[in-house]
């Protein structure tokens, strides 16, 4: 039986992929690094850090502290800019997560930064709908190494505890991810998988091991994860 669901953040809640994309394009332009979709995309997963080092590494090129500040910092600035009108949420993305809040607990496993993911809770009034958040900052490896799904695991039992609720196990998770190496993730953890054709097909989705595939979460409905998840 499902009791708790994650949701990854990027590609799942809101809709800024092609904007992180475009952010990471014009970051690393003046570094002499030319980054493509392909590059974009096969990298989805990995926490900022992490991206920078691989575009670095991929073009054969040193780098330095320096310049890992100079790129990060430049690339928030335009991310910023991007996100500063109505943030881009998915169709229905928002009625479906109070929906759930009223049955399961959630929480949120991103490797966007805590700072980023605070922004757009606190803006479109989901701040207090998420028991626990994971963010880059929380956890040393990337997306598909489970250790992001492992914390919040350990973090929402923390909660259930102090109050007074008895203890989950992880295949009572739900993890809703967009990308191949979010779902390994999950699954690598134990915890049961919904998988989004937000980024990339349901074909790549299927193959990473995803359990259901769905063009959206706009007809989602707590209802539909018991009848699906929860069969007997």
């Known amino acids: 039986m499902i009791r708790a669901i994650l949701f990854d953040f990027n590609g799942v809640i809101i809709d800024d992929e092609p904007l992180q994309l475009q952010a990471y394009q014009e970051a690393l332009k003046p570094e002499g690094i ?3 979709e392909e590059d974009y995309y096969n990298s989805l997963g990995t926490d900022e850090v992490t991206f920078v080092i691989r575009a670095f590494a991929r073009a ?4 330095s502290d320096e310049a890992l500040t100079r790129v990060l910092k430049r690339k928030t600035e335009l991310h910023r800019r991007m996100l500063e009108g109505e943030p881009p949420l998915f169709p229905g993305v928002i009625n479906f997560i109070k929906a759930c809040a009223r049955r399961y607990t959630l929480g949120i496993v991103s490797m966007s930064r805590r700072r980023e993911i605070a922004d757009i809770l606190n803006r479109t009034g989901l701040e207090t709908t998420f028991t626990v958040i994971v963010s880059a900052e929380d956890v040393q490896l ?4 489970p250790e ?3 914390r919040a695991f350990r973090l929402l039992n923390e909660a259930r505890y102090r109050r007074g609720e008895s203890q989950l196990s992880p295949a009572e998770c739900l993890a809703i991810e967009d990308s ?6 999950a699954r690598a953890a134990g915890m049961r998988t919904l998988a989004v054709t937000n980024t ?6 299927r193959e990473a091991g995803a359990e259901i595939v769905t063009p959206n979460l706009a007809d ?3 209802e539909a994860i018991h009848r699906l998840y929860d069969p007997f």
């Open 142 to 145: 990337c997306k598909p190494n």
């Open 148 to 150: 992001c799904f492992n």
């Open 180 to 185: 191949p190496p979010g779902v390994r993730a």
């Open 34 to 36: 030319a980054l493509t």
């Open 220 to 222: 989602w409905t707590p």
């Open 60 to 63: 054969g090129k040193e780098l």
């Open 200 to 205: 990339v097909s349901a074909h790549l989705l």
